[in-house]
């Protein structure tokens, strides 16, 4: 009898581990996804985020492509989609846009910890994989652009799938997980043109997947067709359209970037500060075990050399080609930056590398630091440094909260007709002009266009005109745009200037 009854626990518990194994996993994902979420959200911008989230708001509002790259048109267009039903089912004004389009930021930023768990789970051993995890989840770059209406968050996280997509070695579907990479590839593009930068990792991925066979070559071609007619087809479209506004867009757009070789190194080296900040305590630690694994070594008490992995039984496969792989996914997309001098103040720019970045530093560590002391190490690291990172982010956040307050007051002083010319402003007022909260305001635009010449002749056809001029002197109002500041110096030098409000100044006619 004993015989008979001793196998049936075993034969009728294995379902129910097996469904409790998954109600863990479920469980687990969803308290990291609801933890993303408030810290995404307990951070976010007081003011919707940079000079181009302003843009982004006015053309999602009014259905109109981005003046930047090719338009960003995945962007734009599915923001549109998501504006226009919730609009209409909650019967939103169209200042509430702002809330709208950072919920879904934080909630795909959110998204994007969970997707970047499946990748590093294909790539490193579980204990590395969940180092990696935390340390994106409390990247301080990733966390501040989870809170800001920007498109470097979506757009790495639809990188972040497309490799996903790309990496398990089954054969079954293989082609169809092609097909699906090279769909969100494009997409990806379509979010931020940056991402084509990421586009020689996947064929680095393919290769490692399928090895030097002519199988590989073929799944390479199918994901670059599909990518390409992705990402290539809104810009025929475009130019079909318009083929002479195409033109001059690109025009615009490719002047308006600075490069030269004034530039070059300054370029390099902010590159490169920018990396480290993307993920500082990966990069801290990961130095710090290399450290500590030298002078063990040098001691002769190196007991981490063969160890295996305390929760894999085997020791890390290693991934073919790495020193391919790093320039592929690493060196390549910051290298493209160099001629790109915004590199010098954006560290946005960077974030494209963030994800190769913390598999690197989290694959290291685990090797050079494997003991569960060594992850209590890595977890305290990563907190104390975005601790530290947010309360150097706080000054920024200030200069957010001066800009909404210092808008608030321009708004309500100026209800009627003017000509505005707020330097680092224009995007925030010609926003609320475009979404019909002051709908006759006209700016006069710092940044790409500004030209003395034709920055005066706006001004005086407004005096003849009778239209009044304002010229708003905010908090950091003219930062980045003091040579424009300047030329405003000799434009007014002969004009009365009254203050109707703090630091906002009505210019009248030359005396």
Same mark, same amino acid.
């Given at each position: 009898m004993a015989n008979d009854e001793s196998p049936r626990?075993?034969?009728?518990?294995?379902?129910? &581990?097996?469904?409790?194994?998954?109600?863990?996993? #479920?469980?687990?994902?969803?308290?990291?996804?609801?933890?993303? =979420?408030?810290i995404f959200s307990a951070g976010r911008a007081p003011f919707i985020g940079q000079w181009d989230s302003f843009d982004y708001l006015k053309q999602i509002v009014t259905h109109r492509l981005s003046d930047l790259g090719f338009g960003r048109p995945v962007f734009i267009g599915m923001n549109v989609l998501l504006w226009e039903l919730l609009k209409r089912i909650l019967r939103l004004a169209p200042l509430r846009v702002e809330e709208v389009v950072m919920t879904e930021i934080i909630i795909v930023g959110a998204l994007g910890i969970l997707i970047?768990?499946?990748?590093?789970?294909?790539?490193?051993?579980?204990?590395? &994989?969940?180092?990696?995890?935390?340390?994106? @989840?409390?990247?301080?770059?990733?966390?501040?652009?989870?809170?800001? #209406?920007?498109?470097?968050?979506?757009? @790495?996280?639809?990188?972040i799938m497309a490799a996903v997509m790309l990496w398990p070695h089954e054969p079954r579907h293989q082609m169809l997980r092609n097909v699906a990479a090279g769909v969100i590839f494009g997409l990806a593009v379509g979010v931020r043109e940056q991402a084509v930068t990421m586009g020689a990792a996947y064929f680095w991925i393919l290769r490692c997947r399928?090895?030097?066979?002519?199988?590989?070559?073929?799944?390479?071609?199918?994901?670059?067709?599909? &990518?390409?007619?992705?990402?290539?087809?809104?810009?025929?479209?475009?130019?079909?359209?318009?083929?002479?506004?195409?033109? *001059?867009h690109?025009?615009?757009?490719?002047?308006?970037?600075?490069?030269?070789?004034?530039?070059?190194?300054?370029?390099?080296?902010?590159?490169?500060?920018?990396?480290?900040?993307? =993920?500082?305590?990966?990069?801290?630690?990961?130095?710090?075990?290399?450290?500590?694994?030298?002078?063990?070594?040098?001691?002769?008490?190196?007991?981490?050399?063969?160890?295996?992995?305390?929760?894999?039984?085997?020791?890390?496969?290693?991934?073919? @080609?790495?020193?391919?792989?790093v320039t592929c996914c690493l060196i390549l997309p910051i290298a493209f930056l160099w001629?790109?001098?915004?590199?010098?103040?954006?560290? *946005?720019?960077?974030?494209? #590398?963030?994800?190769?970045?913390?598999?690197? =530093?989290?694959?290291?560590?685990?090797?050079?630091?494997?003991?569960?002391?060594?992850?209590?190490?890595?977890?305290?690291?990563?907190? @104390?440094?975005?601790?530290?990172?947010?309360?150097g982010i706080q000054p920024l956040r200030q200069i957010q909260a001066e800009k909404r307050e210092y808008t608030s007051l321009v708004r309500a002083s100026l209800p009627g007709e003017a000509l505005l #010319?707020?330097?680092?402003?224009?995007?925030?007022?010609?926003?609320?002009?475009?979404?019909?909260?002051?709908?006759?305001? *006209?700016?006069?635009? &710092?940044?790409?266009?500004?030209?003395e010449r034709g920055a005066e002749k706006v001004i005086r056809e407004a005096w003849s005109r009778h239209t009044p001029v304002y010229l708003c002197d905010g908090p950091s109002g003219w930062l980045y745009f003091e040579d424009e500041f300047l030329d405003l110096f000799f434009i007014f030098r002969n004009s009365r200037k009254v203050e109707i409000a703090p630091h906002l100044y009505r210019i009248y006619p030359d005396q």
């Open positions: 626990p075993l034969i009728s518990l294995r379902p129910q &581990s097996l469904s409790s194994a998954r109600t863990r996993t #479920i469980s687990n994902r969803l308290l990291v996804f609801i933890i993303a =979420c408030i970047f768990a499946m990748l590093s789970r294909q790539l490193l051993l579980p204990a590395a &994989s969940r180092l990696a995890v935390l340390a994106l @989840l409390l990247s301080p770059m990733y966390a501040l652009y989870s809170g800001f #209406i920007m498109t470097e968050v979506p757009m @790495l996280v639809a990188l399928q090895g030097p066979s002519f199988k590989w070559l073929l799944s390479a071609a199918v994901f670059a067709s599909v &990518s390409g007619i992705v990402i290539l087809g809104p810009v025929a479209a475009m130019y079909q359209y318009d083929p002479a506004g195409f033109a *001059r690109m025009q615009v757009w490719m002047r308006a970037i600075p490069t030269g070789e004034v530039h070059f190194w300054r370029n390099v080296q902010a590159s490169l500060l920018w990396t480290f900040l993307l =993920c500082p305590a990966a990069w801290l630690a990961t130095l710090g075990s290399w450290i500590h694994h030298r002078l063990k070594r040098r001691a002769g008490n190196d007991v981490t050399s063969g160890v295996r992995h305390p929760d894999s039984g085997s020791q890390e496969t290693p991934i073919p @080609l790495p020193v391919v792989g001629r790109d001098a915004d590199v010098q103040i954006h560290p *946005r720019y960077a974030m494209i #590398i963030l994800p190769a970045a913390i598999i690197v =530093c989290s694959s290291l560590y685990s090797r050079w630091a494997s003991s569960s002391r060594a992850a209590v190490t890595w977890v305290i690291v990563q907190l @104390l440094v975005f601790g530290i990172a947010q309360i #010319i707020p330097g680092g402003y224009s995007p925030i007022m010609d926003y609320y002009r475009a979404l019909g909260e002051r709908p006759e305001w *006209r700016i006069l635009w &710092s940044g790409w266009g500004w030209e």
